[in-house]
């Protein structure tokens, strides 16, 4: 990643306490009262948001990556991150996984810390060409499969990934 990373930290942030921490809080005590964990209460889809905000970018319009320059992946801390190739259209978007950039965003149960880490295309490249065969394969035979599922460790990302920003107990502690 040669370019400078331009950031918008305290729109992200913000959104951040108003759309994920407070509104998860708010739900919290129906989640307990019908027994529902409050863990995975917080979308996918807010999370790309957040890293749209972050990053400046755009949702990406038909199949594909979540955002017009960035793929999103998120996941409790210390857990890997999930691929899933549709049996339409995976090939294209395993393509496309290897010419942008990937965010990555772990955060605690209770989503009071979060971590957002960025990869470079040419690091993950490797791995997605890795997974062409068996995503060909997983679609031929006589019961062809509908979603292939891979994964990003954790500890890859931690090693290879950009720490962008940081909010430990609800404060942001570091920004790029």
């Not at 400078?4 to 942030?13: E, G, N, P, Q, T």
């Not at 913000?14 to 307990?32: Q, S």
């Not at 810390?113 to 997974?131: G, M």
């Not at 292939?148 to 940081?166: C, T």
């Amino acid at each position: 990643m040669d370019e400078k990373i331009d950031l918008d930290v305290d729109r992200a942030y913000n959104f951040y306490k108003l759309y994920l921490l407070d509104w998860t809080r708010g739900k919290k005590a129906l989640y307990e009262e019908y027994g529902f964990k409050v863990e995975g209460s917080v979308l996918s889809r807010d999370w790309e948001l957040f890293a749209a905000i972050l990053l400046k970018d755009r949702a990406k319009a038909g199949d594909g990556t979540d955002l017009e320059k960035h793929e999103v992946k998120s996941a409790i801390y210390g857990n890997s991150f999930e691929y899933q190739y549709h049996r339409n259209h995976g090939v294209d978007k395993l393509e496309e996984d290897k010419r942008v950039n990937h965010v990555f965003i772990s955060y605690s149960s209770n989503y009071a810390n979060v971590e957002v880490r960025l990869v470079d295309s040419s690091l993950l490249a490797p791995i997605f060409d890795s997974w062409l065969i068996g995503l060909i394969t997983n679609y031929g035979g006589e019961i062809p499969r509908q979603r292939y599922r891979r994964s990003i460790s954790f500890g890859m990302v931690k090693r290879s990934g950009i720490l962008l920003l940081q909010i430990q107990a609800e404060e942001l502690i570091f920004a790029l």
